[in-house]
């Protein structure tokens, strides 16, 4: 069993940045592929980003290219999320979600994942 528990959120200027972490206790997530995901109020959830167990391949949304970067660091079992130039849109509850890698052909679904965070408020103002 894998429990994620995410940290880092809080309240930042619009372009300011945030670094969330997703940390992982029970067992290693080491051979999982793990993702990010957000619910902002009144939407429903959405993927973020992804990136896979061996860390060389992530995967994002559009609307984060260029701004957010995932990253993992296996020695510490966690899975960061480095967020830039956030905006007042970006403002929602973030989770961190894995799941046994298995090559998938999409990793944005949400149905996909195994194990979910708790999730972190995050708030940008404008």
């Known amino acids: 069993q894998v429990k994620l528990v995410e940290s880092g959120g809080g309240l930042v200027q619009a372009g300011g940045s945030l670094r969330l972490s997703c940390a992982a206790s029970g067992r290693a997530f080491s051979d999982h592929a793990v993702a990010w995901f957000r619910r902002a109020p009144g939407k429903e959830r959405e993927f973020v980003a992804a990136?896979?167990?061996?860390?060389?391949?992530?995967y994002y949304q559009d609307s984060v290219k260029g701004r957010f970067t995932i990253s993992r660091d296996k020695a510490k079992n966690t899975v960061d999320l480095q967020m830039n130039s956030l905006k007042p849109e970006d403002t929602a509850v973030y989770y961190c979600?894995?799941?046994?890698?298995?090559?998938?052909?999409?990793?944005?679904?949400?149905?996909?994942?195994?194990?979910w965070g708790q999730g972190t408020q995050v708030t940008v103002s404008s």
């Open positions: 979600a894995s799941v046994f890698e298995g090559y998938y052909s999409d990793y944005s679904p949400a149905s996909l994942y195994d194990y």
């Open positions: 990136i896979t167990w061996s860390g060389k391949t992530t």
